[in-house]
């Protein structure tokens, strides 16, 4: 079964630095998501992605964030100066269509350790 | 901004018995309604999904019934079983629009959770 596959599965990282997370979606899929998980807290919308352009983003997703998909198959979530409240799972999704009757596909996450 | 709410944060049934997962939303532009279930370590895979057009739709062991006058959904799962085990999350979805590069925009709001423990 095809999958969205997000690496790495952890990072530790130094408060200020800049951190690249990668995701590989499915590959017929078209609308790239991140969501993130903050411990203990819900699952929260980041930015959504298509046609090689931002389509939506949260009030979360401010000038320190920015996503890229450099070539016809990794998506790529980059955050330029990381703070303390960057901890968090960081999940990447995929889906064919905006929405369907299977939801998103999720990939596993990156568990993103700001230090 | 608690649009899609949980209430119980964890649930507890013996194998065999029937699980019933709630969730309640404020959103009346909501229009769809899916259930992830999430493993520690793992990200949500998605288990079903109901339209707001409809107020049920089973697959296998597992029913949502959605009541949209009261904005409340419920997940069934009968019978449970051990590997059911693991935290639910009810999302809800609604169409933005069209984004700025187009599409169908849509995205999730996803409620905290309920850590369901099926017992042997």
């Known amino acids: 079964e095809p999958e969205v596959t997000q690496t790495p599965s952890h990072q530790v990282t130094q408060m200020g630095q800049e951190v690249i997370l990668r995701c590989v979606p499915i590959?017929?899929?078209?609308?790239f998501y991140w969501y993130r998980q903050i411990l203990g807290q819900k699952v929260e919308f980041l930015v959504s992605f298509y046609n090689n352009e931002i389509s939506e983003k949260s009030e979360i997703f401010d000038d320190q964030f920015s996503v890229e998909r450099p070539d016809g198959s990794n998506f790529t979530l980059k955050i330029r100066s990381t703070k303390l409240e960057d901890s968090a799972m960081y999940f990447c999704a995929s889906t064919r269509t905006g929405i369907d009757n299977y939801g998103y596909t999720f990939g596993s996450g990156t568990r993103l350790t700001v230090v | 901004d608690q649009q899609v709410k949980q209430n119980s944060p964890s649930l507890s049934v013996q194998e065999g018995r029937i699980s019933i997962l709630n969730c309640d939303y404020t959103?009346?532009?909501?229009?769809?309604f899916l259930w992830y279930k999430k493993y520690p370590a793992e990200g949500p895979t998605f288990l079903i999904s109901i339209s707001s057009i409809k107020d049920k739709n089973e697959d296998g062991r597992f029913t949502v019934f959605l009541n949209k006058s009261a904005k409340h959904l419920s997940l069934h799962i009968v019978p449970s079983q051990p590997g059911d085990s693991a935290v639910y999350f009810c999302a809800a979805s609604a169409l933005l629009g069209p984004g700025r590069s187009g599409g169908s925009n849509y995205k999730l709001t996803f409620g905290k959770g309920t850590l369901l423990t099926v017992n042997p």
């Open positions: 590959s017929n899929h078209l609308y």
């Open positions: 959103n009346s532009m909501f229009d769809y």
